[in-house]
Structures are given as C-alpha cells and as structure tokens.
C-alpha cells in the first residue's frame, strides 16, 4: 500500500479528528517487525470488507510523540479506530484477520 497516508501532528487533527469518514490509525514505527505485518492484514480488510466505510492511515510514534502519548499507546502496533473525531475500539499487538474484524467489524456497518 503506497499510497497510505502517514499522519502527524502536525495533520492529525484534520486528517483523523475532522474526518467525515472513519479512520483506523496504525501506530508504529520503522523498527517494528510486528507493524510491517499488519499494515498489509489492515489494508485488505479495508479493501474487501469496509470500502467507503473507513481510511486507513499510518502515524510513527517515533516522530510523533505527544499523538502517541495523547492516546495511551504503549505498545506497538497499536492500531484505534476513530469515528467522528473521538476513538471507539483498539487493539494492541498483531492480531488474526478474524480478531480485527470482530473489534471493528460492528463499528463499520451500514
């Protein structure tokens, strides 16, 4: 997925807090083996499952540090849906297709 868009602070707010579409935030980092593996998983589901419903964008904790704190992100890969600017699920770690879809599944239906 080349054209992930990558979120900061300085764009967060806009891109995620203002979006009139949901948005499920990958936290990571370049270092994260974990994270590498899960940016694809994330990217079919959007694709196949939840196309229209929600956007799929990637934040680095390293270069984004107060985002990172703001939301409790502790470990790595956090990955937290936002709908209407405020976090309704999230999960840490890497986590099977069936996982993420019973976490966010019933937030991105109809």
Request: proline share 5%; net charge negative; charged share 25%.
């Amino acid at each position: 997925m080349t054209d992930l868009l990558i979120v900061n602070e300085t764009n967060f707010e806009q891109e995620v807090l203002k979006s009139s579409l949901a948005v499920i935030v990958d936290f990571g980092a370049e270092w994260c083996a974990p994270c590498k593996q899960l940016e694809p998983l994330l990217g079919q589901l959007l694709v196949q499952d939840w196309a229209g419903k929600a956007r799929l964008v990637r934040l680095d904790v390293d270069q984004s540090v107060d985002v990172a704190m703001r939301y409790s992100v502790m470990q790595l890969p956090t990955v937290i849906l936002f709908k209407d600017g405020q976090p309704v699920e999230r999960f840490t770690g890497l986590q099977s297709r069936q996982r993420i879809t019973e976490k966010f599944g019933p937030h991105l239906q109809g």
